[in-house]
Protein backbone atom coordinates (compact mmCIF):
# COMPACT_ATOMS: atom_id res chain seq x y z
CA UNK A 1 0.00 0.00 0.00
CA UNK A 2 1.51 3.48 -1.23
CA UNK A 3 2.38 5.70 1.71
CA UNK A 4 2.53 9.58 2.11
CA UNK A 5 4.26 11.40 4.32
CA UNK A 6 3.74 15.34 5.07
CA UNK A 7 6.74 17.68 6.77
CA UNK A 8 7.20 21.61 6.95
CA UNK A 9 4.46 22.31 9.23
CA UNK A 10 5.42 24.95 11.97
CA UNK A 11 4.98 28.61 13.85
CA UNK A 12 5.18 31.65 11.75
CA UNK A 13 4.00 34.76 11.72
CA UNK A 14 1.13 35.98 9.68
CA UNK A 15 2.22 37.15 6.28
CA UNK A 16 5.25 34.83 6.15
CA UNK A 17 5.90 32.10 4.19
CA UNK A 18 6.06 27.86 4.41
CA UNK A 19 6.25 24.68 2.31
CA UNK A 20 5.08 21.95 2.81
CA UNK A 21 6.35 18.59 1.80
CA UNK A 22 4.80 15.62 0.49
CA UNK A 23 7.12 12.51 -0.07
CA UNK A 24 6.87 8.65 -0.90
CA UNK A 25 9.11 5.56 -1.11
CA UNK A 26 9.07 2.59 -3.41
CA UNK A 27 5.95 4.02 -5.51
CA UNK A 28 6.65 6.75 -8.01
CA UNK A 29 4.03 9.60 -7.23
CA UNK A 30 4.10 11.26 -10.48
CA UNK A 31 1.20 8.78 -11.72
CA UNK A 32 -0.33 9.85 -8.46
CA UNK A 33 -2.98 12.49 -8.51
CA UNK A 34 -2.01 14.70 -4.93
CA UNK A 35 -4.33 16.64 -3.06
CA UNK A 36 -3.99 18.85 -0.18
CA UNK A 37 -6.81 19.20 2.90
CA UNK A 38 -6.87 21.13 5.77
CA UNK A 39 -8.78 20.69 9.22
CA UNK A 40 -9.42 23.38 11.73
CA UNK A 41 -11.02 23.13 15.43
CA UNK A 42 -14.54 22.94 15.30
CA UNK A 43 -14.77 22.89 11.12
CA UNK A 44 -15.00 20.33 8.38
CA UNK A 45 -12.23 19.29 6.36
CA UNK A 46 -11.63 21.28 3.32
CA UNK A 47 -9.69 20.85 0.18
CA UNK A 48 -6.77 23.11 0.13
CA UNK A 49 -5.39 22.19 -3.57
CA UNK A 50 -4.42 19.78 -5.69
CA UNK A 51 -2.10 18.46 -8.43
CA UNK A 52 -2.50 15.98 -11.29
CA UNK A 53 -0.90 13.55 -12.91
CA UNK A 54 0.87 15.65 -15.92
CA UNK A 55 1.89 18.43 -13.35
CA UNK A 56 -0.38 20.84 -15.34
CA UNK A 57 -3.55 20.58 -14.17
CA UNK A 58 -3.84 22.00 -10.75
CA UNK A 59 -6.90 23.35 -8.68
CA UNK A 60 -6.87 26.01 -5.40
CA UNK A 61 -9.19 26.37 -3.19
CA UNK A 62 -10.88 30.03 -3.55
CA UNK A 63 -9.63 30.79 -0.10
CA UNK A 64 -6.05 30.29 -1.09
CA UNK A 65 -6.07 31.53 -4.20
CA UNK A 66 -3.30 33.76 -5.78
CA UNK A 67 -1.37 32.67 -2.33
CA UNK A 68 -0.47 29.45 -2.29
CA UNK A 69 1.23 27.33 -5.75
CA UNK A 70 2.08 23.45 -5.83
CA UNK A 71 4.67 21.69 -7.74
CA UNK A 72 6.20 18.19 -8.09
CA UNK A 73 9.71 17.52 -8.36
CA UNK A 74 10.02 14.40 -9.44
CA UNK A 75 13.57 13.34 -9.06
CA UNK A 76 13.22 13.58 -5.17
CA UNK A 77 9.10 12.01 -5.89
CA UNK A 78 8.22 14.71 -3.49
CA UNK A 79 4.56 17.59 -3.99
CA UNK A 80 5.36 20.67 -2.52
CA UNK A 81 2.46 23.07 -1.42
CA UNK A 82 3.83 26.47 -1.27
CA UNK A 83 2.17 28.82 1.25
CA UNK A 84 2.59 32.56 0.67
CA UNK A 85 0.94 35.16 2.43
CA UNK A 86 -0.31 33.25 5.34
CA UNK A 87 -3.34 34.34 7.63
CA UNK A 88 -3.94 32.97 11.05
CA UNK A 89 -7.28 31.33 9.26
CA UNK A 90 -4.82 29.34 7.19
CA UNK A 91 -4.08 27.47 10.69
CA UNK A 92 -4.96 23.88 11.04
CA UNK A 93 -3.68 20.50 10.10
CA UNK A 94 -2.86 19.53 6.83
CA UNK A 95 -2.88 16.43 5.34
CA UNK A 96 -1.45 14.73 1.76
CA UNK A 97 -3.83 12.40 0.28
CA UNK A 98 -2.95 10.61 -2.92
CA UNK A 99 -4.76 8.29 -5.60
CA UNK A 100 -3.48 6.41 -8.79
CA UNK A 101 -4.60 8.07 -12.13
CA UNK A 102 -4.70 7.34 -15.74
CA UNK A 103 -6.23 10.38 -16.62
CA UNK A 104 -4.17 14.19 -15.58
CA UNK A 105 -7.41 15.19 -13.84
CA UNK A 106 -7.60 16.33 -9.58
CA UNK A 107 -9.89 16.52 -7.17
CA UNK A 108 -10.62 18.53 -4.18
CA UNK A 109 -13.19 15.68 -2.64
CA UNK A 110 -11.74 13.60 -0.06
CA UNK A 111 -13.44 10.94 -1.50
CA UNK A 112 -11.31 10.98 -4.32
CA UNK A 113 -7.89 9.61 -2.58
CA UNK A 114 -7.52 6.27 -1.33
CA UNK A 115 -4.11 7.05 0.43
CA UNK A 116 -3.44 9.66 3.42
CA UNK A 117 -0.65 10.78 5.53
CA UNK A 118 -0.69 11.21 9.35
CA UNK A 119 -1.06 15.22 8.77
CA UNK A 120 1.16 18.46 10.10
CA UNK A 121 0.36 21.00 12.15
CA UNK A 122 0.55 25.10 10.35
CA UNK A 123 -0.34 27.39 12.80
CA UNK A 124 -0.10 31.20 11.78
CA UNK A 125 -0.04 33.68 15.20
CA UNK A 126 1.83 36.61 15.87
Known amino acids: QLQVVESGGGLVQPGGSLRLSCAAS????????IGWFRQAPGKEREGVSCIGTSGGSTVFADSVKGRFTISRDNAKNTVYLQMNSLKPEDTAIYYC???????????????????WGQGTQVTVSS
Open 26 to 33: RFALNYYR
Open 97 to 115: AAAFALQPKCFLTPESYAY
